[in-house]
């Protein structure tokens, strides 16, 4: 029997870099974060690794929301190219973390303030079939959130970024 909670990631494990994750619970999907990777040196004629958005075509009419817990580039980069596979689907960041993602989308014209919902560290909200509740983490950004998706077929914790700070 599948179970009715389902992680699925798409890059960022065991990594820095294209940090992207699909939680789903009984077929209705999340994301969390969706970045990219900077190539390295070697890998002539590439400047950035996106996760495989063949995947994104796929699920798409699955996925209620986007959640984002911090604005670095390898968590809000690849929002440019997964959001016109997203019609209308709601976003949901922290308020510094939204200012960087309307810079970003306002690159490639695709900035919409109405998309993007802000929510607080300390918050609970509704994304999805889940109740996402912010934590404050520490990271080397302002703004930085753990969270956890609350359903009746379990939670969920996604830390995000984080360090301990001495």
């Not at 980069?77 to 959001?83: A, Q, S």
């Not at 993602?101 to 509704?126: C, K, M, N, S």
Request: proline letters at 6%.
């Amino acid at each position: 029997m599948e179970s009715p909670l389902q992680i699925l990631p798409l890059g960022g494990v065991g990594r820095i870099g294209m940090n992207c994750m699909l939680i789903g619970n009984r077929d209705r999907w999340v994301v969390v974060d969706c970045g990219i990777q900077f190539a390295a040196d070697w890998e002539i004629g590439a400047e950035k690794k996106l996760v495989d958005l063949k995947a994104f075509a796929e699920i798409a009419p699955k996925i209620e929301a986007v959640v984002i817990t911090h604005g670095h580039e390898d968590h809000i980069g690849g929002l440019p190219y997964i959001l016109p596979f997203l019609d209308g689907v709601p976003v949901f960041a922290t308020p510094f973390t939204k200012q960087l993602i309307a810079h970003r989308l306002g690159e490639y014209q695709l900035w919409d303030g109405d998309r993007v919902t802000t929510y607080e560290a300390g918050e609970t909200f509704g994304a999805g079939p889940f109740e996402v509740e912010a934590i404050r983490v520490t990271h080397s950004i302002p703004d930085c959130v753990a969270v956890v998706l609350r359903s009746p077929d379990g939670n969920i914790l996604h830390t995000g970024d984080w360090k301990i700070d001495r």
